[in-house]
């Protein structure tokens, strides 16, 4: 979505979001691509080993502690 011009195809997108296109074709946004075992979105969308989850926590600022 970010990468195009205009709306397209798409539907149900209000005009006034369409300023982040014009940010990311202007250099004030850059996109990078995310790996999927490094996205702390995937934290409560997917289901995760308690590895990833405590690591995506981690990153969050959270801290474990022992009971």
Known sequence: ???RQG??????????HLWIQQAVRT???ILRKVLGTENI???MTKYLDFGTIAKHLMKMG??????
Not at 7 to 16: A, C, I, P, Q
């Open 41 to 43: 979105a995937d934290l």
């Open 7 to 16: 709306l397209g195809k798409m539907r149900h997108v209000e005009v006034g």
């Open 1 to 3: 979505m970010l990468h």
């Open 27 to 29: 250099g004030r946004i």
């Open 62 to 67: 959270f801290e474990q502690i022992e009971t």
